[in-house]
């Protein structure tokens, strides 16, 4: 077991430097995510499926856009190597990607098994899959002294029975739990694991899946992004005060 003492956060100034990675980084909270971490200094890589659109928010943020479907078990290795290997390790990775399922939204009942299960396997298989390739770097993140953290994104849909919601409701819900088992047991590695639910934002998805919502009652992605980013740095704050009273 490692024990880690000299663990610096990124809180202490700011988040230049930190590595950073976000799947589904060309829409909504994803590329809100990359362009406030690029701006502060963070070295960020970030993953979509269409190459055009990664090219496009690369050219805008810095960032190195990667191409690839976290719900494609043959894209996840490649991407984990592109990752690591460009941003010389990693210290902190937010599964962001996701799918909504059936749309329109239809009752489970009417939900195919081949939908169930992509859902499942953007949502919940991909983040695991993910996150287990880049485990090592994290771990070593970890001993260096750095963020060490891994970020789930989810939704109130993970504990609401939403009517029409089955499938996404569904793989959201087991990621917020695979999270909290993970951060159980990831803690002697130094690793902590988050599931956040950012709330309902104005975004793509949204529209399509409740598409007579007035985006005005909306929360705006950056603003959630911000939100998010200040969730991550307590996060971090948090791991120096404990492992500094550990290590007294």
């Not at 956060?9 to 995510?33: E, N």
Request: aromatic share 4%; glycine share 10%.
């Amino acid at each position: 077991m490692t024990k880690i003492t000299d663990f610096k956060p990124a809180a202490d100034k700011g988040f230049r430097g930190l590595r950073i990675a976000i799947t589904g980084g060309t829409s909504g909270l994803g590329r809100a995510l990359v362009r406030q971490f690029s701006a502060a200094g963070a070295r960020v890589a970030f993953v979509a499926r269409t190459a055009d659109r990664v090219k496009q928010v690369a050219a805008e943020t810095g960032a190195v856009g990667l191409v690839g479907d976290v719900g494609l078990k043959d894209d996840i290795y490649p991407l984990a190597l592109q990752i690591a290997g460009t941003l010389g390790g990693l210290d902190l990775l937010i599964n962001n990607a996701s799918i909504l399922g059936p749309v329109p939204l239809i009752p489970l009942a009417d939900t195919d098994c081949e939908d169930l299960e992509q859902a499942l396997a953007v949502n919940l298989v991909g983040p695991f899959r993910l996150t287990k390739a880049l485990y090592g770097a994290l771990a070593s993140s970890a001993r260096e002294g750095h963020g060490a953290l891994v970020v789930n994104i989810t939704s109130d849909a993970a504990v609401n029975a939403y009517p029409e919601w089955g499938a996404y409701g569904t793989s959201k819900a087991a990621l917020a739990h695979m999270s909290a088992i993970w951060d159980a047991e990831a803690a002697p590695q130094g690793i902590r694991f988050l599931a956040v639910d950012p709330g309902d934002m104005d975004t793509a998805m949204h529209a399509a899946a409740l598409p007579d919502t007035d985006p005005a009652t909306l929360k705006r992605p950056e603003d959630a992004a911000a939100e998010l980013i200040e969730r991550i740095r307590a996060a971090l704050a948090d791991r120096q005060t404990a492992l500094e009273a550990a290590s007294a």
